[in-house]
């Protein structure tokens, strides 16, 4: 049986799951690579290692709403992220559905 951290850790994981991907998507209103993406999120408290950044990356370019593009900067090629036009509207439409939703748990909690 799963022990009270075990659970806690458990939800936790769940609600930072789908929150990492609103902040993943608003950071990349401006072009980054993988490492000052990083840095941008942790600025802001929003801390990702880069086994689940990646994938995510990954994932989000698969569906349209990223597109990337390597370059060489600083004599290291640098793969580059940034918001697709798809990615652009659907990030609009999760922070309208975030706000709401955080407004409607602020009444309960």
Same mark, same amino acid.
């Given at each position: 049986?799963?022990?009270?951290?075990? *659970?806690?850790?458990?939800?936790?994981?769940?609600?930072?799951? /789908? @929150?990492? *991907?609103?902040?993943?998507?608003?950071?990349?209103?401006?072009?980054?690579? /993988?490492?000052?993406?990083?840095?941008?999120?942790?600025?802001? /408290?929003?801390? *990702?290692?880069?086994?689940?950044?990646?994938?995510?990356?990954?994932?989000?370019?698969?569906?349209?709403?990223?597109? @990337?593009? &390597?370059?060489?900067?600083?004599?290291?090629?640098?793969?580059?992220?940034?918001?697709?036009?798809? /990615?652009?509207?659907?990030?609009?439409?999760?922070?309208?559905? &975030?706000?709401?939703?955080? @407004? @409607?748990?602020?009444?309960?909690?």
């Amino acid at each position: 049986m799963p022990n009270d951290t075990d *659970i806690f850790e458990t939800l936790r994981q769940e609600l930072r799951r /789908g @929150s990492l *991907i609103l902040a993943v998507l608003a950071q990349l209103q401006e072009e980054r690579y /993988g490492y000052t993406l990083r840095r941008a999120l942790s600025e802001v /408290g929003v801390d *990702i290692d880069e086994g689940a950044l990646y994938p995510m990356l990954r994932r989000l370019e698969a569906q349209g709403l990223l597109t @990337s593009e &390597w370059r060489e900067e600083e004599k290291r090629k640098k793969r580059f992220y940034r918001l697709s036009p798809e /990615g652009v509207g659907v990030l609009a439409r999760l922070a309208v559905e &975030w706000r709401a939703m955080n @407004s @409607s748990l602020d009444k309960l909690l």
